[in-house]
């Protein structure tokens, strides 16, 4: 299975401004997700991030406050733009893994907007 | 009413007790998913079943696709399997709907 490196693991950012998340995968991979778990909650997929084209949103989730990039397939980050309280959450990128069918997650990241 | 439904929400064990995590899903699925998660958020994927049943270690998964039913077991439960229980079911295109989780506590 591919192996994920997140970063940053966690960050506490002022309310207003913004935070860029990585995911780098270790080798080739088509399909990579980004999900948000909210406190107590499980986790809800934002986009599918396709290399060379835009990422595909899920309802309630636009680009605009959650820009993503996709440079190549080993590699993606996730803005969280503007942030506000509501944002703190925890955020996973995936990645589906053709070889055995299953999922790759990554170490997530804990974000505290105050 | 969720698509994916599990119980239970919370569960506490004694150390050596035999574990049954329950998933019931309400929509047709290629596949269905038992993940770990540890309280620093990364998640761990155990299982991945389209039916039958799975053993890795002290860990059975089995899927009942009539029943749209599936439950994951831990034999001789040990306190350093507490964490929280995922179940995920792929509906399309790869994507994943996940279950509300199970926090599971074993005590020593």
């Known amino acids: 299975s591919a192996v994920i490196s997140q970063k940053p693991s966690r960050d506490i950012c002022q309310r207003g401004t913004s935070l860029t998340i990585q995911c780098q995968v270790d080798?080739?991979?088509?399909?990579m997700f980004w999900y948000r778990q909210q406190p107590g909650q499980s986790l809800t997929l934002i986009a599918t991030a396709n290399q060379g084209s835009e990422a595909t949103y899920e309802s309630g989730f636009v680009i605009d406050k959650f820009p993503i990039s996709r440079p190549n397939l080993t590699f993606s980050t996730l803005t969280v733009s503007n942030m506000s309280p509501e944002d703190s959450s925890i955020y996973l990128c995936?990645?589906?893994?053709?070889?055995?069918?299953?999922?790759?997650f990554g170490s997530g990241t804990r974000l505290t907007v105050v | 009413k969720n698509e994916v439904e599990q119980s239970p929400q919370n569960l506490t064990a004694q150390e050596g007790e035999f574990i049954t995590i329950n998933c019931s899903y309400s929509?047709?699925?290629?596949?269905l998913h038992w993940l770990q998660q540890h309280p620093g958020g990364g998640i761990v994927s155990l299982f991945m079943?389209?039916?039958g049943k799975k053993k890795h270690g002290r860990l059975i998964a089995t899927i009942n696709i009539q029943e749209k039913h599936s439950s994951l077991h831990i034999t001789a439960s040990h306190p350093r399997d507490s964490a929280v229980y995922i179940c995920?079911?792929?509906?399309?295109?790869?994507?994943?709907?996940f279950g509300a989780g199970t926090i599971l506590r074993v005590k020593s």
């Open positions: 929509v047709g699925i290629s596949a």
């Open positions: 079943l389209s039916s």
């Open positions: 080798s080739q991979v088509t399909m």
């Open positions: 995920a079911v792929n509906v399309e295109g790869n994507k994943l709907v």
């Open positions: 995936s990645v589906w893994n053709t070889h055995n069918y299953g999922y790759t």
